[in-house]
């Protein structure tokens, strides 16, 4: 981009860089918010960073459409909270939520499968581990009717959610009179806890999204007993001795994890827990799966004085719902609702509903009425999901981590500036200046770049940022020391300009090109705010070339060809002592070529 000696015209490189600098602060204040504020990260402005790690029965990776499907959803979910500004976007094989501000504690909760099927109850047992609880059947819950509650009609608590349900549980109903269990139902206690060993923790999820072999592991084992085909038999009866190891093999209890949460195959019984972990069912293939649901929402249910969350099914689900209760009511069975692999209501059927509606009542809150009521509206994953990472930060703490970021830059600035000026002077003062035309450049490429592509700068991109000052500091470095080569050899200034940046440029394109490479190396293989550093450190590295081609050579160029003796003067740009020394040099050479020729 340099001319040769005689032929650089400084003026034309300044206008381009004044343009470009014009052109993109016009596009920072015409477009957009028309505020020239970046978009920061939640470790910079506050607010709630969620990692989820896609997980599959076998292990192996997931599809990028069942990736971008679950991304949709999980989208969905994120704007029926209401939050401005909330993000979802895919990190490799990793979804990652981030919602600013203070309100981010319901993205904790979004990653949930929210696989929601209708499954018969075949059987239940008591689960001794938890608390005493009656060691009678468990008592039936409203019967999920389309009518009007009768008054006074009891209502009883359903099954709480363990990490991966909502922590309070519905019981179903929507009215009617309690009744009996299930005739068919049993209720042999399973075997106590104590002798039963829990399931391995999970292993922390991999960074690409893969699960990890003891992981699969879990799940095939908890599915090969807990979903074996033969618990039930040809006849509708219970396999006793099977379904009394697949029972004991389970662990119900708030802080238990389940492997096979969000991973049951719809086609095969199985067992689970329900009813606060009191209680283990067991229960058949599933008649009606939860894609049916038309619409649900949640409401507070004035009779029974709780929050519910009210179903209506489409079309399809609604004949099936009706052709199960209809043919069900006679033997008043249990239909469990089962949320990730999770029984959080299994009220016994009192009525056929034939209108599609059905209301799902419990120990809920407000808020948790309505984080399940979106969760089921707005449909479930394609995937499994397990929280890899949850960050949240304060505004207060953001906003000092900013200040923090924004003084660690002053300081290394400063220090560059001091050495500059006392190092190069004049010289020192255009690195001073190119630093700042730098970062004007830099600045309003990272506001566009938020608007365009939804970059958000963060602490780690903030260190980038830092490191890429002494890396423009090196290229002026480069630079002048060249000059000062070309000095030493008793060049003037003037002529040592032009032939001390062809030299100097090479050096620092190779030098700038392995920083670069770097950079974008470490952005492909890192996640997370490592890549927030690598981008930084890249981004900076090309402007930097840009400063040093358009700006730092043609002002040295112009204060080189000045007619003004102070600007011109070597010693008042850091000099004087190499043309003293280039000086030395070329009378030395010119006393051995003399006394050559006399010789």
């Not at 908890?222 to 074996?228: C, L, S």
Request: charged letters at 15%.
């Amino acid at each position: 981009m340099a001319a040769s000696a005689g032929h650089l015209r400084p003026g034309r490189y300044l206008a381009l860089f004044a343009l470009i600098v014009i052109v993109l602060y016009a596009l920072v204040f015409l477009t957009g918010n028309h505020k020239p504020t970046p978009k920061l990260g939640i470790d910079l402005q506050g607010g709630t960073r969620v990692t989820l790690t896609a997980r599959t029965p076998d292990g192996g990776q997931p599809t990028r459409e069942s990736l971008n499907q679950a991304r949709q959803i999980i989208e969905r979910r994120v704007n029926g909270i209401g939050v401005g500004g909330t993000e979802v976007l895919l990190d490799g094989n990793n979804v990652v939520i981030t919602v600013p501000g203070e309100q981010g504690d319901q993205a904790k909760n979004l990653g949930k499968t929210a696989k929601l099927g209708f499954r018969k109850v075949v059987a239940n047992a008591t689960q001794p581990v938890v608390p005493p609880q009656p060691t009678n059947p468990p008592p039936a819950t409203g019967t999920p009717t389309s009518g009007t509650p009768k008054p006074g009609a009891p209502s009883s608590s359903a099954p709480a959610a363990t990490s991966s349900a909502p922590p309070s549980s519905p019981a179903a109903g929507g009215g009617g009179a309690a009744a009996a269990p299930a005739q068919q139902q049993s209720t042999t206690p399973a075997p106590p806890s104590s002798t039963t060993p829990p399931p391995s923790s999970q292993a922390p999820a991999p960074s690409d999204g893969s699960v990890d072999a003891e992981t699969a592991k879990e799940i095939q084992a908890a599915k090969a007993v807990r979903q074996d085909p033969k618990l039930i038999g040809a006849d509708g009866q219970a396999n006793q001795e099977l379904v009394a190891k697949a029972m004991a093999s389970l662990t119900c209890s708030p802080n238990a994890k389940d492997p096979l949460e969000g991973n049951d195959d719809p086609k095969l019984p199985l067992v689970a827990c329900g009813d606060h972990d009191t209680y283990k069912y067991l229960l058949e293939p599933e008649f009606l799966p939860g894609t049916e649901i038309a619409d649900a929402t949640s409401g507070y249910d004035q009779q029974r004085g709780q929050w519910a969350v009210n179903l209506s099914f489409k079309a399809e689900g609604t004949k099936i719902w009706a052709d199960f209760t209809s043919k069900n009511v006679s033997q008043q069975a249990q239909a469990a609702f089962v949320l990730d692999t999770q029984v959080v209501s299994a009220p016994a059927i009192q009525a056929a509903i034939l209108d599609g509606n059905t209301q799902i009542t419990g120990k809920f809150t407000q808020t948790e009425a309505k984080d399940l009521s979106d969760i089921l509206k707005y449909g479930s994953l394609p995937l499994s999901f397990a929280s890899s990472d949850a960050t949240t930060v304060s505004a207060t703490l953001g906003l000092a981590s900013l200040q923090a970021g924004l003084i660690a830059g002053g300081i290394g600035l400063l220090v560059v500036f001091v050495y500059c000026l006392f190092y190069y002077r004049l010289l020192g003062v255009l690195t001073i200046l190119s630093l700042a035309l730098s970062g004007a450049l830099v600045f309003a490429v990272l506001v566009l770049l938020g608007r365009w592509i939804g970059y958000t700068l963060d602490l780690a991109g903030i260190a980038g940022l830092i490191i890429a000052i002494g890396i423009t500091a090196d290229s002026f470095v480069i630079y002048f020391e060249r000059l000062k080569d070309e000095i030493r050899e008793g060049r003037t200034f003037r002529s040592a300009v032009p032939r001390g940046w062809v030299r100097a440029r090479r050096t620092i394109l190779a030098s700038d090109g392995v920083s670069f490479l770097a950079a974008a190396i470490l952005y492909v293989i890192a996640v997370g705010d490592v890549q927030g550093f690598a981008f930084t450190l890249g981004m900076s590295t090309v402007l930097d070339l840009v400063v040093v081609y358009l700006v730092t050579h043609p002002l040295v160029a112009m204060v080189s060809t000045s007619k003004n003796a102070f600007l011109s003067n070597p010693r008042h740009l850091g000099l004087g002592a190499v043309q003293q020394l280039g000086s030395q040099r070329k009378k030395s050479t010119s006393v051995g070529r003399a006394n050559v020729k006399e010789a």
